[in-house]
């Protein structure tokens, strides 16, 4: 079974320009969630989409946007690039949303450079 | 103040012994669960094992074993008999309270290096 997949794997932009990435969930995995891990620390949760719905937001700027798909693949938006958002952006699925032993399968992720 | 501390930044084991993995954490709600994720070099995280907050006996998946510690705030990674592809940053993460959703909060993590 395929798990978890991102597109692209790796990428380089420049200040200022806009940035599109996308995921691929586990087949009826209803639930994506999106995480930034800067080199050297742990991941950090951006968003969280289930049934097409936001469930939840980090502490980003605004320049950062997400939306799911009926299909429950999803894109990550960043908009305005700044040297800071170079990172590793991990997507993750899950069957559902919520407490307990609800585990999040993650992906390879997308290596973004912005010079 | 952090929510999860993992205070080894990077660690030595030799091939089949044991090693601990340490993790505090830090929160204020009663629900919560306290996952263990191995992330090697291709970037992927991996679970390993996973702990609630009300569960009495402490979660075991194979070499992984997870030392609760509820009063303490720790929740220990334990690899049994290491084997080189052991080898990997390992992230202990939190989610915290029953409408987090699929929030983890992750912890800094720690290098493990398998000598053979």
């Known amino acids: 079974d395929a798990g978890v997949t991102q597109s692209p794997t790796h990428l380089i932009k420049t200040r200022g320009q806009q940035v599109t990435l996308r995921c691929s969930p586990i087949?009826?995995?209803?639930?994506v969630s999106w995480y930034q891990q800067v080199l050297g620390q742990g991941p950090q949760f951006i968003f969280q989409y289930y049934e097409k719905e936001e469930r939840g937001r980090g502490n980003f700027p605004d320049r950062f946007s997400a939306r799911q798909f009926p299909n429950y693949s999803s894109e990550l938006n960043v908009n305005a690039l700044l040297l800071g958002d170079s990172a590793l952006y991990l997507c993750?699925?899950?069957?559902?949303?919520?407490?307990?032993?609800?585990?999040?399968?993650f992906g390879a992720g997308s290596r973004l450079t912005v010079l | 103040a952090q929510k999860i501390t993992q205070t080894q930044p990077g660690m030595f084991v030799q091939e089949k012994e044991a090693v601990t993995l340490d993790c505090t954490y830090d929160?204020?709600?009663?629900?919560?669960?306290l996952f263990w994720y191995k992330q090697p070099s291709s970037g992927e995280m991996i679970f390993l094992i996973y702990q609630g907050s009300y569960d009495e006996q402490n979660a075991t998946e194979g070499r992984y074993s997870l030392n609760f510690q509820k009063a303490r705030k720790s929740a220990n990674l334990v690899i049994s008999a290491s084997q080189l592809g052991d080898s990997a940053m390992y992230f202990c993460a939190m989610r915290e309270g029953s409408a987090a959703g699929n929030k983890l909060t992750f912890g800094g993590g720690t290098r493990v290096l398998v000598k053979p």
């Open positions: 087949s009826g995995h209803k639930s």
């Open positions: 929160t204020s709600d009663q629900s919560y669960g």
């Open positions: 993750a699925s899950s069957l559902r949303t919520g407490s307990g032993a609800n585990v999040l399968t």
